[in-house]
């Protein structure tokens, strides 16, 4: 199937033609400022399908709004005509287009070219009045707060918010993408029509500007993101996307003693903590119980042995295990529990708890597993 983006080249358009290249059945020709006329022409030519992306929306010259929305849509309108052509065109248009400012009525006026050619060629064509879209790659201090948001607070620089009370509607760029797929993979349904609207979430600037800011302090905090919600997670992933490539390593605050190091991974209150230690070869960890708290315990290097005594008995469970099973131990509340360095070289263990450590309630309660033990 050959397929046709314009403003391939922008926000939209790069994260389609990214997922589209990948496709075998798809011959793509992506179309932007740089192309020429007849490199237009030759698309719309063999184009099966147009998912027409290009247009302006923040122009020095409110003139450019005609030219750049309405004026291009009807050039490939009429370019389309003349060449005989009925080929599909998805449109990305925006709910702007139900307002009377300038850039509104040109969107809406491309609509209006789009539905003329529809009803005398009987393509199928379909609107999409996207809402505020944000994800990578989209252009900062431009037309999205959010990519705005993301930018200026990765890279250490002042936000501005107008009213933190304000309200926006997000719509992520995957569901946008999404959408274009699915009407890619499916059969042709002649005639002109508006595209059902795509999820979205609201969220008010105040909220906004907090969420993206708990973001770039994860690496002192540990805390991720709210995983429950889609929207917190592309957020958090849209975020990510607009740091700088060498600021993405960064170090864990390591603590040592003659035990060995331990150090924090990272926190939730929804699913607890994750930390790594190494132990020295002949050096035991833990002796201790804790009343609520659950844990679980896997070697990832070298050799070791868990031990486990429910407190109100003598009888040790003993879990030998090395670096190469992944073989992990789960930890009961109730029970005593320890884990011993037993190889020749240091032991690294991954460790999970059920919630994040808190100074003030450790739940953590001395006792050895091997009653000669001492701490």
């Not at 993405?248 to 003693?257: M, R, T, V």
Request: proline content about 5%.
């Amino acid at each position: 199937m050959k397929v046709l983006v314009t403003g391939a080249g922008g926000f939209v358009g790069r994260n389609l033609c990214a997922v589209l290249r990948r496709r075998e059945d798809v011959e793509l020709y992506e179309y932007d400022l740089g192309n020429t006329e007849a490199e237009l022409n030759l698309f719309l030519q063999n184009a099966d399908i147009i998912f027409h992306l290009a247009g302006v929306n923040r122009p020095k010259d409110p003139g450019e709004y005609k030219t750049g929305n309405a004026g291009f849509t009807e050039e490939i309108c009429q370019k389309l005509k003349k060449f005989g052509r009925a080929a599909r065109v998805a449109m990305s248009s925006s709910i702007q287009a139900r307002l009377d400012n300038p850039y509104g009525i040109s969107k809406r006026d491309a609509e209006e070219a789009l539905k003329l050619y529809a009803e005398g060629t009987g393509a199928e064509c379909v609107i999409f009045r996207f809402k505020n879209l944000f994800g990578k790659w989209c252009r900062p201090n431009y037309n999205s707060v959010t990519a705005t948001f993301c930018h200026n607070i990765a890279h250490g620089l002042p936000i501005q918010i107008s009213n933190p009370a304000n309200v926006v509607e997000l719509t992520y760029i995957d569901d946008v993408v999404d959408a274009f797929c699915r009407l890619l993979n499916s059969s042709p349904a002649p005639g002109f029509r508006y595209a059902q609207p795509l999820a979205s979430h609201k969220i008010t600037l105040g909220e906004l500007a907090d969420a993206v800011r708990s973001f770039a302090g994860h690496r002192e905090t540990l805390m991720l993101p709210d995983y429950n919600s889609r929207f917190m997670q592309a957020l958090y992933a849209t975020y990510l996307s607009y740091m700088e490539d060498e600021e993405y390593g960064y170090k864990l605050n390591i603590k040592s003693d003659n035990r060995g190091s331990l150090a924090e991974f990272i926190k939730s209150p929804h699913f607890g903590q994750i930390f790594v230690s190494r132990t020295k070869p002949g050096i035991t960890r833990g002796n201790h119980f804790h009343q609520t708290k659950t844990e679980k315990f896997m070697i990832v290097q070298g050799e070791g042995i868990i031990r486990l005594r429910h407190i109100e008995s003598h009888n040790v469970i003993e879990y030998p295990a090395r670096g190469c099973e992944y073989r992990v131990v789960d930890i009961p509340p109730g029970y005593t529990h320890s884990i011993e360095n037993v190889g020749e070289g240091e032991m690294v263990t991954l460790f999970w708890s059920d919630e994040v450590f808190d100074p003030s309630h450790t739940d953590t309660w001395f006792e050895p597993v091997i009653r000669s033990q001492s701490r």
